[in-house]
């Protein structure tokens, strides 16, 4: 662990109990993990790898049942007060208050932070200028945009100048400029230093993240450079889809040496050296339907480490 990272987390663990037939859940199996001071760190996984848990965990909501959480120094279980102060979060569900204004929302958390009202006005201001809201400061919320909604639900979690900023799902339900938008705000912030922890439902949204937290069943299984953890999987990814996928597998494997996986009706192969397509054409052609060689994603070591897709419709399941 290092002693330096703003957050750490350490043997972490949290079992939902049980309800009626309805058997405990183990939610969190001894999570290790440092956050550096400045980073973007992204945690990818399904729904119920752990990933909210986690994030309830750190924000105080929910008491883990055994490990330790510091932020900047500060144990969330001796000073749970000092650590929400140093938090900013974007919900997953808005937590505006749709009937109020912009200003009304954000001069109301300020108030939660009991923060003079002077301050309240002057950070109202300088956010919602680099966030492209100061026309909107009078409007109701029910009346802006989806994207705009969340931009304010972006000014809110960064009103009281927190030094990490939690996102969870934070672009769910948005259009493509508007979560375009929404991630050129983050990058900005990012670049000027703020600590920034999110899931993500969207495989590129992890990938431009310094490292990615990859969680499955409660278990963090790695963590690193979105580039490091697509290397280790091998140089190429070759996909195959075929009349009888077992079949070829295993005829696959025994010729040319190399080991697969059947997934979702598809074959993978991570492939560490140059391979011959022409020569596994020539073997087997007639019971190969769709053939692809790609570079290694983020889906490709999930499948790796779990012989599971994240995948779904082109996004990962939330």
Known sequence: ?????????????????????????????????????????????????????????????????????????????????????????????????????????????????AMARRDIDGRIEALLESLKLKDRLDEKVEALSGGLARRVELAKALLHEPQVLILDEPTTGLDPISRQEFWNEVNYLRSEGTTVLVTTHILMEAAVCDRVAIMHEGDLLQCAPPEELQRSIGKQVLTLRGSDPQ?????????????????????????????????????????????SLSHPSLDDVFVHLTGQRLMVSGEVAS
Do not use: W
């Open 247 to 291: 079949q070829l597998l295993g005829q696959i494997e025994d010729v040319f040496r190399i080991r697969g996986r059947l997934v979702d009706g598809a074959l993978l192969f991570s492939l560490e050296e140059p391979f011959s397509i022409d020569a596994l054409l020539n073997q087997f052609s007639h019971c190969i339907n769709d053939l």
């Open 1 to 113: 662990m290092n002693s330096q990272a703003l957050i750490r987390i350490v043997g972490v663990s949290h079992t939902y109990p049980g309800k009626g037939k309805t058997p405990p859940r183990q939610a969190l199996r001894e999570i290790d993990l440092d956050i550096q001071r400045g980073e973007m760190l992204a945690l990818l996984g399904p729904n119920g790898s752990g990933k909210s848990t986690l994030l309830r965990v750190l924000t105080t909501a929910l008491n883990a049942d055994c490990g330790s959480v510091e932020v900047d120094g500060h144990d969330l279980l001796e000073e749970p007060q000092a650590v929400r102060r140093l938090l900013g979060v974007v919900f997953q569900k808005p937590a505006l208050d749709r009937k109020m204004s912009v200003r009304e929302n954000l001069v109301a958390t300020g108030h939660l932070y």
